[in-house]
């Protein structure tokens, strides 16, 4: 069965520090991994996405994340944290071996501290 | 144009009564969701149609019925709504490789 964990309830950084959110998963064909944000009152809007390739991944308003296959996580990270950055972000997989179903982890909520 | 579209975005009504959200895409995916997030905002998968035909069907109350006219629509209809069934609920498309294109939500209140 698929599943994902984001081990972090919440993360503090301060602007314009580095910033990391951390995702880990579990399927049992190839993963199709994803990124998301949710502010307030909103829907997801999508961030990034690894099916193939690069293992880092690069994507909207300045994230990336690394594939790590040997440590099976999928590490969110933005090398210079805005305010604007302090939001709801979720991890998700996707088991490439032809399920439709997209799980998502828990959510880690960002706050960057001006 | 918004891409993935859903109707009402809020509903308030009581318990026992019956309700429906309506989601609309116009991105030309094939394969449609609902997604339940809760107090926590914690998401889960409820249902999925590809092109019409029930893909995935979570382990949720038969009150729950979800109907896709076609597969640019899916509805979600609850009957005998709970308390319980207070959420935010998601519409979502995807194409057969890609990422999930979201609703803006839909919050139901069960008073």
């Known amino acids: 069965a698929q599943s994902v964990a984001q081990p972090e309830d919440q993360v503090n950084v301060a602007e314009g520090n580095p910033l990391t959110v951390k995702c880990t998963y579990s399927v049992s064909g190839n993963p199709y991994l994803f990124w998301y944000v949710q502010y307030p009152n909103r829907g997801l809007q999508f961030l990034l996405k690894y099916i193939t390739g690069d293992n880092l991944v690069k994507g909207s308003y300045g994230f990336e994340a690394e594939f790590n296959k040997s440590q099976t996580s999928f590490h969110l990270k933005k090398p210079s944290a805005l305010v604007s950055d302090s939001a709801l972000y979720f991890c998700a997989v996707r088991d490439g071996a032809g399920t439709y179903k997209y799980i998502f982890g828990t959510g880690t909520r960002l706050k960057v501290l001006a | 144009d918004t891409a993935v579209s859903q109707t009402p975005k809020y509903l308030v009504t009581q318990m026992g009564n019956d309700k429906s959200i309506k989601c609309e895409q116009n991105?030309?995916?094939?394969?449609m969701y609902w997604y339940k997030q809760d107090s926590k905002k914690f998401l889960k998968i409820m249902f999925s149609?590809?092109?019409?035909?029930?893909?995935i069907n979570e382990t949720v109350p038969n009150r729950f019925s979800p109907k896709s006219p076609d597969k640019a629509h899916l509805n979600l209809h609850i009957n005998s709504l709970e308390l319980g069934d207070s959420a935010v609920y998601f519409c979502?498309?995807?194409?057969?490789?890609?990422?999930?294109?979201f609703g803006e939500g839909s919050r139901l209140t069960v008073l």
């Open positions: 991105l030309g995916h094939d394969t």
């Open positions: 979502a498309s995807s194409s057969s490789l890609g990422e999930l294109f």
């Open positions: 149609y590809n092109n019409k035909e029930l893909i």
